[in-house]
Structure formats: structure tokens, C-alpha cells
């Protein structure tokens, strides 16, 4: 069962975690990380950013993370939601449009699913004041796509949408173009947008073979969002037990190697995200999706999820007991957010959004 929950991981490679994308290497510096074009603030663009993307355990020392940069102590301002719902009111990104490509415009087709992942996080940022305090440390202490994050939420404030389209595409996916003339086809972004993002909320793995000879890492950092990948959502706290659990060890089949799973020696984020297995095993249909769950001790709340049906993906949020569904493009020219109706049971959850419980 642990195996097939966590069946992106190749323990005997720790430091290619990235199996199933084919990324270009990010462990090259990129000296052109934060672009003053994106409106970032200026007193941020002088602190060391340094690209993590690929963080393994071997250069898991972390750098000067500070202890804020997990729990900021910030507690959510209650706010104001009489006059309006925000959830409502702010910008939505609107389906297709082109991003820049060595100067040219490249058209971009099927971006429902890379859509509606941006626009639930979007809608995250923007409402839960921990996550947003979160991921701008996290950007000053850490990572560039936590920087790339930030601009693309700067950007759908204005909603420059070709600016935002060009930040994800360019910059955080590295999308190749083989023909800027023709439009491009990003159906699948969903997977790589959350790998691009997967260091904002890391997982230990803890691992004790019986083997005094077996080279297994004692120690392996995860990314939920990229290597944890369940059919069954209810079943995450049994998947990531923080119990230690009676396994035979991945590397030498030793009987008895115990493995437990923790947070990291930062604590807990504000969020946490997972994408679900598709397939004929999976029971995740949105009636499927528990509104609480428990990772690693932590209690969190379902914030958003995305739905697709065959082609089309769209994102549900909850808000203030409610629920909504963005769409980018409902067939009209406009992307809309709508009261939810429950899907068909044929709709199949993609991806889940959590905020930790207030
Ligand atoms: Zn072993």
C-alpha cells in the first residue's frame, strides 16, 4: 500500500526524484531569476535566492530557512466579508490567451487544467493571510518559484494574464516550444505547475533497515505534491503515519524495516496540496473528499479541489460554507465563478488544496 502511495519515489535514486516529467535541469543558476518587469518589490529583488527546486536529501542543508519562514505566529485577521464576497470578486484567468517565446507570441491551448490549479492557489493566497506571509518568506529565504509565485499572483491582481502566462510557462515549467508559429498544447500542466512548486511543503520519510549493510537513506526528503500521489484521500494520515510501520525495505527486502514519516525540522505549513491517482482504483469523486483531515498531526481543512470530466477541468473552492466552481471557459468568452452544483459521478477529483485548520 505504501509503495503504490508513494510510487513516485525511487529511494535507490534520492537525488532524481523527478521520474515521470521530463523537466529541463534546474540545478543550473539561473542569474535572471527575478525579472524587475514583474513588479516584484523592489526591497526583495537584493536578498539571495537560491533555485531548490531539485532540493534532495544530499543538499538538503538547508540555507538560512529561518524558523518564521514556517510558522510566522501571524494570525489570520478576521475579516470584513459583510460588504462583498471576495471569493466573487477577484480576478479569474481567462482561458487560452499566448505567452512569450524568444520574443514571440505563442499561442496556448487546453489550459483549463494549468487554469484552474492557479486560480485555486490564487484564491488561497489571497484569503489566508498565513499562506501568504508563508510563501513570501519563503521567497526571500529560499526558493525562485516562490518568487515566480508571488508574481503570478501580483499579475492576476492586475490581471496581466500574458505576463502571467509567460512567468508559469517560461520561467516555472520550462515548457519546451518546438515551433513558436504553431499554438501549444499544455494539457497535463496541472502535474508539472505542482512540481515546479513541490519544495513550499516538504515531508521526511524515516527509514530504519535491519541491514547494517544496506545503503538505504536513513532520512529522504518528499514533496507531497509531486510524490505523493493516493486514490483514496481519506486514507492520508494512514499514509503518512507518523507511527513507525513494519515494511520490507525497498532497497535489500529486509523483513522488519520500520519507516515513519514527519514533517521537516521546520514544522508545518500553512497549506498542503496533493494530487489524486487517476485511474480505475481511484474512488475520488468529489463526494469522496473528507472536508478535515489529519497530515502528520496537523489538522487541516478542504479549501479547494480541481474536478475534470473527460477534457475539461475546473476548480471548486470553499468559501464561508459554501462552495463555487471557476471555470475558464464555460462557452463563453469569459471565465465565470458559479455556485457549485455536485458534479456527475463521472467528474474525477485532480488535485486538493488544503489550509491548516484555524
Ligand atoms: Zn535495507
Redesign the pocket.
Known amino acids: 500500500m505504501m509503495h503504490h502511495s508513494l510510487r513516485r519515489l525511487e529511494i535507490s535514486k534520492p537525488r532524481n526524484l523527478h521520474s515521470r516529467v521530463p523537466v529541463v535541469s534546474d540545478e543550473e543558476e539561473d542569474e535572471d531569476l527575478v525579472d524587475p518587469s514583474y513588479s516584484l518589490n523592489d526591497s526583495l529583488t537584493s536578498l539571495r535566492i537560491n533555485d531548490h527546486d531539485t532540493l534532495s536529501d544530499e543538499d538538503n542543508n538547508e540555507p538560512e530557512r529561518s524558523q518564521e519562514s514556517w510558522s510566522s505566529g501571524r494570525q489570520s485577521t478576521p475579516r470584513d466579508n459583510s460588504e462583498r464576497n471576495i471569493i466573487k470578486s477577484l480576478p479569474k484567468i481567462h482561458y487560452g490567451g499566448h505567452f512569450l517565446y524568444e520574443g514571440k507570441k505563442v499561442l496556448l491551448n487546453n489550459t483549463c487544467n494549468l487554469d484552474s490549479i492557479q486560480q485555486l492557489l490564487y484564491y488561497l493566497y489571497k484569503t489566508h493571510d498565513a499562506t501568504q506571509q508563508f510563501i513570501r518568506n519563503h521567497y526571500a529565504s529560499l526558493t525562485q518559484n516562490s518568487a515566480n509565485l508571488i508574481a503570478i499572483f501580483k499579475n492576476f491582481d492586475s490581471e496581466n494574464w500574458a505576463v502571467v502566462r509567460t512567468i508559469t510557462l517560461l520561467k516555472m515549467l520550462k515548457m519546451p516550444v518546438a515551433d513558436p508559429g504553431l499554438p501549444l498544447n499544455i494539457y497535463g500542466s496541472e502535474e508539472r505547475f505542482l512540481h515546479s512548486i513541490c519544495n513550499l511543503v516538504p515531508i521526511q520519510q524515516i527509514t530504519d ?1 535491519p ?1 547494517r549493510r ?1 545503503d ?1 537513506p536513513k532520512i529522504v526528503t518528499l514533496f507531497p505534491m509531486k510524490d505523493l500521489v493516493i486514490s483514496d484521500p481519506s486514507s492520508i494520515s494512514d499514509i503518512l503515519s507518523v507511527n513507525n510501520k513494519s515494511i520490507k ?1 525497498p ?2 527486502d ?1 523483513k522488519y ?1 520500520e519507516q515513519r514519516y514527519s514533517w521537516t525540522q521546520y514544522g508545518s505549513p500553512p497549506f498542503f496540496c496533493f494530487p489524486i491517482a487517476h485511474g480505475d482504483n481511484s474512488v475520488s469523486g468529489e463526494v469522496d473528499l473528507p472536508l478535515n483531515y489529519d497530515v502528520l498531526g496537523t489538522q487541516f481543512t478542504l479549501f479547494g479541489y480541481t474536478v475534470h470530466d473527460h477534457d475539461h477541468y475546473t476548480g471548486v473552492v470553499l468559501w464561508q460554507k459554501k462552495r463555487y466552481v471557476y471555470d475558464g471557459n464555460p462557452g463563453g468568452p469569459s471565465p465565470i465563478i458559479r455556485n457549485h452544483t455536485p458534479f456527475p459521478s463521472s467528474h474525477r477529483v485532480s488535485c486538493v488544496l488544503l489550509k491548516k485548520t484555524e
Do not use: G, H, P, Y
Request: with cysteine; proline share 0%; charged share 0%.
Open positions: 533497515c541491514n544496506c538505504i525495505c532497497l535489500c529486509s524495516t
